[in-house]
C-alpha cells in the first residue's frame, strides 16, 4: 500500500470521513455566528467579551478552529497533489509541492495556535 | 485492458459541464477561505483585545473597500457552504444521478445568488 507522507490521517477513507465531520461543526458554527451578528446590530465591546468567556462559547470556538484546521489541511492537500503535479509543471512539481504542502500544514497549525491564545486572552 | 485507447486530459480543450464548473469553484471558494480565514482571526483577535481594538475593528470594517472585502468572503463562504451541503446530500444517496448532479448544481448556484443579494442587505 502506499502512503502518502503528507495527508492530514495518512488515509483516504479517514481523510473523507474528517473532511464531513469538520465541515459540519464549521456549518454550525458559521451559522451561530452570522446569526448572532445579524441579531445584533448594535453589538458593543462589553456584550462581544462576553460572548467568547463563556465556557460553552470557548469549546464551540475551539472545535471551530481545530475543524479549520483539519478541514483546510484535507482541502488544500487534495488541491496542490492534483494541480502541483508533474504532468501540469514538470519536474519542479514535486519538491514544489511538498514546500507548499509544508507550508500549509504549519499555516493551519499556526491558525489553531492563533484562535488557542486569542480564547486563552478573554 | 489496452493501455493505447486514446486520452485527452487537456482540460482546456473540454467543453465543462455546470457539474464541472460546481466543483472547480467548491475548490477556487476553499482555496479562497483559507486566506479569509487569517483576516477573520486578525478581526477576532482585534475585536476581542480591549475596547479600543473593538472600536478599531467597526471603524475598519465601515470603509467601502472592507465593506466589499467583507462581502465578496460572505458570497464565497455561501458557495462553498451551499456546495458542501450539496456534497453531504450525495452521500446520503440523493442526486447522485448525471440528472440529479445537474440540478444540484443549479441548486447552489442558485442559493448562492440568494445568499449574496442577503448579504449584500445585510452589509449596506
Known amino acids: 500500500m502506499v502512503t502518502n507522507a503528507t495527508s492530514f490521517s495518512r488515509s ?6 474528517l473532511q464531513r465531520l469538520t465541515a459540519l461543526i464549521l456549518a454550525a458554527y458559521t451559522l451561530f455566528l452570522v446569526g448572532y451578528l445579524a441579531l445584533h446590530p448594535d453589538l458593543d465591546y462589553a456584550a462581544w467579551a462576553r460572548l467568547f468567556a463563556g465556557l460553552p462559547m470557548k469549546l464551540f470556538t475551539l472545535a471551530a478552529a481545530v475543524s479549520l484546521a483539519i478541514h483546510a489541511w484535507i482541502g488544500l492537500w487534495t488541491v496542490l497533489t492534483d494541480y502541483v503535479t508533474e504532468r501540469l509543471l514538470g519536474p519542479v512539481a514535486t519538491p ?11 499555516v493551519n497549525l499556526g491558525f489553531a495556535v492563533w484562535a488557542i491564545d486569542i480564547l486563552w486572552g478573554v | 485492458m489496452s493501455n493505447r485507447r486514446p486520452v485527452n486530459l487537456d482540460i482546456a480543450t473540454i467543453r465543462l459541464p455546470i457539474t464541472a464548473y460546481a466543483s472547480i469553484l467548491h475548490r477556487i471558494s476553499g482555496v479562497a477561505l483559507f486566506f479569509v480565514a487569517a483576516g477573520l482571526l ?7 483585545s480591549s475596547p479600543t481594538g473593538f472600536a478599531a475593528v467597526r471603524e475598519c470594517l465601515d470603509g467601502p473597500f472592507a ?18 451541503i450539496r456534497h453531504l446530500v450525495m ?4 442526486g447522485e444521478s448525471l440528472e440529479g448532479g445537474r440540478r444540484g ?10 445568499l449574496a443579494v442577503l448579504a449584500g442587505i445585510w452589509l449596506w
Do not use: K, N, P
Open chain 1, 12 to 17: 483516504g477513507l479517514s481523510d473523507w470521513l
Open chain 1, 96 to 106: 514544489l509541492r511538498l514546500a507548499l504542502e509544508i507550508a500549509m500544514i504549519l
Open chain 2, 42 to 48: 486578525w478581526l477576532l483577535d482585534t475585536s476581542l
Open chain 2, 67 to 84: 465593506r466589499f472585502l467583507l462581502w465578496g468572503s460572505l458570497v464565497a463562504l455561501g458557495y462553498h457552504f451551499a456546495a458542501g
Open chain 2, 91 to 94: 452521500d446520503l444517496g440523493v
Open chain 2, 105 to 114: 448544481a443549479r441548486w447552489v448556484f442558485a442559493a448562492t445568488a440568494v
